[in-house]
């Protein structure tokens, strides 16, 4: 097994639900040689640097997530894209450690596909800016105030795609203007939306 780290074993210590599948899955991901840090405070295995697979708990279930999972063999049909905005990760989502110890050999055979992913260069192609929906309210904001136009098209891709998602999901006209007002002045100052 590779060495573990000493960030993720404190954050492991206080995890209170989901904490044998989390070991489980760490011991499944350090017995394929993979480097395990700590990133946006999860257990984060890499290799050569680069990130594979990351644990992370929710309600109902715990899960692997592969970063470029949807690059990856899927024999088994196990990777879920978690929802329709999600481009590149995958999970493989559990319920109870019995069920990941019966898969432990799965596991092993995806976390090496990811790895044969990652070496090969392979890059997911993302959706660009341009191919997401600008809700027409948001149009009619732009097309009036060119300030916001400005601040908008100086914003990163992802600050981009970030607001674009938030103001295209409610399906009521009234919810998307009073989303776009409240992020206007964020906008302006040139401001992502969970900045």
Request: with cysteine; net charge positive; hydrophobic share 35%.
């Amino acid at each position: 097994m590779h060495q573990t780290n000493p960030k993720v074993d404190a954050v492991l210590a206080k995890v209170t639900k989901w904490q044998r599948e989390f070991e489980k899955l760490r011991t499944i991901a350090l017995d394929c040689k993979l480097s395990e840090e700590l990133k946006w405070g999860q257990p984060c295995f890499t290799h050569q640097n680069r990130n594979i697979v990351l644990i992370h708990g929710f309600k109902e279930y715990c899960a692997y997530l592969f970063f470029k999972g949807a690059l990856m063999k899927d024999p088994n049909g196990i990777l879920i894209q978690q929802t329709e905005n999600v481009q590149a990760a995958r999970q493989i989502r559990f319920t109870n450690v019995r069920e990941i110890a019966s898969m432990n050999a799965v596991l092993k055979t995806y976390i090496l596909n990811a790895i044969e992913v990652e070496e090969s260069g392979l890059k997911v192609s993302l959706k660009k800016t341009i191919d997401f929906d600008v809700p027409e309210e948001f149009r009619r904001k732009l097309d009036e105030i060119p300030a916001l136009k400005t601040a908008f098209d100086e914003l990163t891709p992802g600050r981009q795609k970030a607001y674009l998602l938030h103001f295209s999901s409610p399906k009521q006209s009234k919810t998307k203007e009073s989303r776009i007002e409240k992020c206007l002045p964020q906008i302006l100052k040139g401001v992502g939306l969970n900045d």
